[in-house]
């Protein structure tokens, strides 16, 4: 099934609540949050106030990127915050394996990301113990960037990968995602399509009805 995760990063904070119903009853069925370190990448986002005020704003999967150093230091916060699925970069984690058995006992899947730079290859040993794989198809860091053509091609590897090994995993991009492009990672491979100005610039609802029809 394919899933469309809107990322609030594009979103207007004074308003978030509603934008974020507005998503949900257009059809959205994740939403996505990005959280960003300041260390791990050069922007500073938003954290755990954030995600636990805007719990109660839908029913949908909240989808909880993480963009931090040692995420296992705070894996356990976000999930009581109220994330439902939990990614975080193989980059920024010492011990990777630590951190999705982290995430499983407190009964939350578990996602692994990867940057464009980061091969594919370098998840293997991890794939059948995560649920989910993302392929950032920007520079994790920053909204509003152009999708990178050169990472469809690991797009297409990490769902050959995922079927060579007889697993399910869903596979998410994030990153540069407007209604023209996004048939090029869903031919790919994805399954998990994350969108932020594409959602939130302009009518939400719109947006959202008019990626969903191209998916």
């Known amino acids: 099934?394919?899933?469309?995760?809107?990322?609030i990063l594009s979103a207007d904070f004074t308003i978030l609540g509603q934008q974020i119903k507005e998503t949900e009853a257009a059809g959205a069925q994740y939403l996505h949050f990005d959280v960003m370190d300041g260390i791990f990448v050069p922007s500073i986002s938003f954290g755990l106030p954030v995600l636990k005020s805007?719990?109660?704003a839908s029913n949908q999967v909240y989808d909880v990127h993480l963009m931090i150093e040692e995420p296992i230091r705070y894996v356990e916060e976000f999930a009581k915050a109220g994330a439902d699925i939990i990614t975080f970069h193989i980059e920024a984690a010492s011990d990777v394996r630590e951190v999705i058995d982290k995430i499983h006992s407190l009964g939350k899947k578990a996602g692994l990301a990867i940057k464009p730079k980061t091969p594919?290859?370098?998840?293997?040993?991890?794939?059948?113990h995560i649920d989910m794989l993302l392929v950032m198809t920007v520079e994790p860091g920053f909204g509003g960037q152009k999708y990178m053509d050169e990472c469809t091609e690991k797009i297409s590897e990490a769902r050959k990968l995922?079927?060579?090994?007889?697993?399910?995993?869903?596979?998410?991009?994030?990153?540069?995602?407007?209604?023209?492009n996004i048939h090029i990672p869903l031919e790919a491979g994805a399954n998990v399509?994350?969108?932020?100005?594409?959602?939130f610039n302009g009518d939400i609802g719109e947006n959202v009805r008019e990626l969903l029809k191209n998916m």
């Open 54 to 56: 805007i719990r109660k």
């Open 162 to 180: 995922v079927s060579d090994m007889g697993l399910s995993t869903d596979i998410e991009i994030d990153g540069g995602v407007t209604k023209d």
């Open 193 to 199: 399509i994350v969108a932020g100005s594409a959602c």
């Open 120 to 128: 594919v290859e370098a998840v293997k040993p991890y794939l059948e």
């Open 1 to 7: 099934m394919n899933i469309l995760a809107p990322s």
